[in-house]
């Protein structure tokens, strides 16, 4: 029986702790240097001989020279010498079973592997066990070994150790850790160790004993680890040994081409090292690509090389890399600071760049901290500071951007000190208060030149955000605004313009609702020209708090399905966070509050590393808790609340929200307090769009007060926002204001004027998609007959829809379209494409062939075309590289390698649609010039083209269409389970 498997995988350590209760004859290989023939053999003889004389009595003489080294060997035959072992050793066996271990065969010499394959069919026949282990990866046998070791393995019973997952590695690192272990380390662990469990276990050991308690997957390369693996190198040819030595500064994957151009070596020659490589498991390798087996193997290379041939051994990869045009520039920004090369910070710049764009924000940050640090002019320092604490604010890691930026400060850059402002600005709610922000933003402007125009509109914009939340009842907010806006229309840059106009849609009081409205159309307009996915994430998000202000259940829906979208894209944790709120807001008001996931919203802060997230937590579950009854939970959330809110006395309704709570736990005297400042002002503050959320609070406490005048003047109050939205944020989202109008009108006695708002109310319910708002209103008014059968059902975050089923209707009105939704109608020209879409619409559901739309019911199969667009060997390769591809960005997304993640799914993207645009029904090789390809073709235009005379009018139903209709040989408009529906009439 053999057990084989890497070295360090346990095999060793398996066997002994099995066996230690258990009598056994133990024997080792010599793999240091030579070794007597049948040296494994001869160990177990002697321990065999020296418990059972007798029986060795019989073959005391031929077996002399290997049983007693003192004895002069008889030099028998090689056959006489095999039977005498094996005769010994069965007579050995008829007295009691024999357990015999040999570890490391694979470094045994020929004979011994020769005697055991002759001694396996007799020894069968008696209880005799032999347990071997073996390693897999291993070039010191000599071939004639290596045959006779391959007979022997096939005759016995193997067992191959592998080494632990990452949840293996993380439960031992655990165990030994005796904490949670937290997923970065176990990540760096796993890869440094290949999950090697005697390897695992030294670096944890040696981390714990060092005091590096929080650090347990850096440094820390226990010494004997150290030399058992360099030992092991070290026996390797010295050709072998360069090569790994230049591979180790590369990392993974190992570059054959920069190996070979850095060390001046023959391509073959080096292709064939690698395979020696890859026979002594320091190598693995996947297709073409090498990498280390694990990366222990590159460390302790590494930490054999003194500075300058580190630094030797860099320049000539960065040499490499120019000559053989390897574009990456992390690779090359990293040998470039590691060799001191003149350009070596401007690299790394570029690489954390580069980084960024593909929404690795943690390796971005890594990149801008070395530029950091090698950079000397001190202006050029502050700017990878500020970099590093947007990536590193993005990342989630809040308290490491708030140092970096503290880092910044502390170089008193004047020049740097508008970028300075502006990321202290976008921070300021995480980590810097609001005075220190504005103080800077003011500095900046009266630094800035009178044609910086770019500059002077960011700086703007943000000062106005930092007004609005130090106060937002100040008058020169909106004229802050506009100013912005003139800024940016002079630099004539629509990246700068849509950043002005975000900020413009932050000036959120409930009296500029058509301002919002004007600026988030501008805002959607600018779209096509916007590559990054932060502005489709903005417009999105104002999209769904506009659409709320409007009651509009339906935009608010499909707004969210935006936002979700451009959250996965754009990869930044705090942006999850915020997409689960706004899920949250609209499962309150369906009635769904059991469905909100209190341990969800703690994860997703945690990764964005949210200071409020315990206060979302809470204020995401209260709600439901004071509807429903929940003292006990109201008792233990409500403090809480109440602490965070009153950090917030600028928002007019904010402050109020632990209020209301505290009135559903009957905390009279709190509540009679907060009544009074506001009654003292005569509930008229700047309607900020809080302050409807507060008119409804303060509606509730009049009512339990008995407040008649005071109810008077709420509804006055009210009135003036007749289909307002009286909610804020994912806590307490009472729905529109006039059921609080209706509550008023009721206790104050006109039933008229009551049932007219509540008409009112419940119809905004139904427009707003809120059947739990609506059923709480009718339980208000004590009329629990009518019931609410609009279904908003909330489908899966990955769903593609969130949206109620409304109907728009398209009707033929001669060479127009008319696009009715309700009382909006909109027509377009009847161009071909909406002919295809009407006849999709009517078959919802139902595939239709591209012939079909073009030629009708009837269509004639035409013959004859170019060839297909892939052929078979193509297609078979693409679908081959798929299959990989989904297997690598599976292992990407388990080990968080987000860079790797988004260059991975790139690739895939791409595949999946050149597949799918060569390959037809059935998996057929689609023609290049067929009469199908050419109306695939041109009906895809056609619907395309067709479209945008939707998307600035009615962008809701584009949106719909864009995403419901397919396209291909076979076209489809699926039916929806939520949102819109578009039906043909006459």
Known sequence: MSVAGPPGVGKTRLLREVLQVQEHFWASTWEVGEAPALWPITQLLRKLA???????????????????PAEKSTSPSIFALYQS?????????????????????????????ELLTHAEPEWRSFPVLLLMTRRTVDTRTSPDAQRELARLIQIAEEFTLAGLTWEEVKAYATHLAKRDVEEDEVNLLHHRTGGLPLFVEGIMQTSLRGGLHGSLSKGALPPSIRTVLFERMSQFPDALLSLLNRAALLRDPLDVKVLSESLGMDPLEVDELMELALIEGVFSRVESTYSWTHQLFSEVLISKMNKEEKAEGHRALLDAMDAVGLSSLA??????????????????????????????????????????????????????LVARAKALHLAGEKNAA???????????????????????????????????????????????????????????????????????????????????????????????????????LRFWRADRLDFRVKRLAALEALQPQLDHPKHRLEAARWKFNIALEQCDGVGAREALFRYERAAEVLRSPQAHLNAYFRRCILLQLEGRFDEIDGDLILQLGKKAGDPHTEYFNYACRAYGAALEGHTELLKQWTPVLVKHSANWSQYPGLLLKGVW?????????????????????????????????????????????????????????????????????????????????????????????????????????ERLGAPGIAALIEQEHGDVSRSHSTSFDLPPATASHTAAQIVVE??????????????????VKAVKGWSY?????????????VLELTSGPNRKQVNGDAGPLLDEKARKEYAKRAQELYEELSEAERNHDLGRTHKLQTELDFLTEELALATGLGGRSRPTASAAERARTSVKQAIRRALKGLQSDMPEVFEHLRSQIETGVLCRYNLPSYGLRVVVTS
């Open 50 to 68: 020296f418990q059972h004389p007798d029986a060795f009595l019989p073959e005391r003489e031929v077996l002399s020279g290997l049983l007693d």
């Open 85 to 113: 072992i094996i005769q010994s050793v069965s007579r050995v066996a008829m007295e009691k079973p024999v357990l015999l271990v040999i570890d490391d065969i694979h470094a045994a010499d020929r004979s011994t592997v």
């Open 331 to 384: 690779a090359r920004a990293r040998h470039a600071i590691a060799s001191q090369h003149p350009q070596a910070s401007e690299l790394v710049m570029a690489a954390g760049a580069e980084a960024e764009s593909m929404y690795a924000y943690k390796a971005a940050a890594d990149l801008y901290q070395r530029a950091a640090l090698s950079l000397s002019k001190r202006e050029e320092k502050c700017d990878a």
């Open 402 to 504: 708030f140092e970096a930026l503290q880092t910044a400060i502390r170089l008193d850059m004047d020049s740097r000190l508008p970028a300075l402002a502006c990321a202290i600005a976008d921070m300021a709610a995480f980590a810097y208060g609001d005075d220190k922000a504005r103080s800077l933003l003011r500095k900046a402007l009266q630094t800035l030149k009178p044609d910086d125009h770019q500059t002077r509109s960011a700086l703007l914009a943000r000062l106005a955000t930092q007004e609005m939340d130090h106060d937002p009842n100040q008058d020169f907010i909106e004229s802050m605004l506009e100013e912005s806006l003139l800024e940016a229309e002079k630099v004539g840059d629509a990246e700068v313009l849509a950043d002005a106009l975000v900020a413009s």
């Open 661 to 765: 709570l505290q009135l559903k736990l009957g905390e009279h005297e709190a509540v009679d307090s907060a009544y009074g400042v506001w009654k003292a002002v005569q509930f008229r503050r700047t309607p900020w769009w809080c302050h409807l959320h507060g008119l409804a609070i303060l509606a509730d406490i009049a009512i339990a007060r008995e407040q008649k005048e005071d109810a008077r003047l709420l509804i006055h109050c009210l009135q003036e926002y007749p289909e307002g939205y009286a909610g804020c944020g994912p806590m307490l989202p009472f729905g529109p204001t006039a059921r609080f109008e209706a509550k008023l009108h009721r206790f104050l006695g006109q039933p008229e004027e009551a049932e007219a708002a509540k008409e009112r109310a419940l119809m905004l319910c």
């Open 810 to 827: 398209m009707v033929r009105e001669g060479d127009v379209w008319c696009f009715r939704r309700g009382e909006i109608e909109h027509r």
């Open 837 to 849: 879409i009407a006849m999709l619409v009517e078959r919802a559901g139902e595939p239709t062939h």
